[in-house]
């Protein structure tokens, strides 16, 4: 069956670094767009950037542009999320995503939290 499973996440200062990974399974994952959202307490889910299914093209939300670098290894079925600049305000739970059939399916998400 499809799986999803994010790691990477933790605790870091403003303006660090982090790099997120989504191993993927169970479906033809070169087929397949990826996206990551993330859901801070209190908000709604938000999406965060995505990737095209050969990784030719990207988007990113206005709040990360500049600042956040999605990317994918279609030979280890993961998608990455290269996280700089980190902000308190980036602080939330960070999912993976993908529409699989028709079907979506979620990570169980990894916890990134900036302060210092």
């Known amino acids: 069956q499809v799986q999803l499973v994010e790691s990477g996440g933790g605790l870091v200062q403003p303006g660090g670094s982090l790099r997120l990974s989504c191993a993927a399974s169970g479906f033809t994952f070169s087929s397949y767009a990826m996206s990551w959202y993330r859901q801070a307490p209190g908000k709604e889910r938000e999406l965060v950037a995505s990737?095209?299914?050969?990784?030719?093209?990207?988007t990113y939300a206005d709040s990360v542009k500049g600042r956040f670098t999605i990317s994918r290894d279609n030979a280890e079925n993961t998608v990455y999320l290269q996280m700089n600049s980190l902000k308190p305000e980036d602080t939330a739970v960070y999912y993976c995503?993908?529409?699989?059939?028709?079907?979506?399916?979620w990570g169980q998400g990894t916890q990134v939290t900036v302060s210092s």
């Open positions: 990737i095209t299914s050969a990784g030719s093209s990207t």
């Open positions: 995503r993908g529409v699989v059939r028709f079907r979506e399916y």
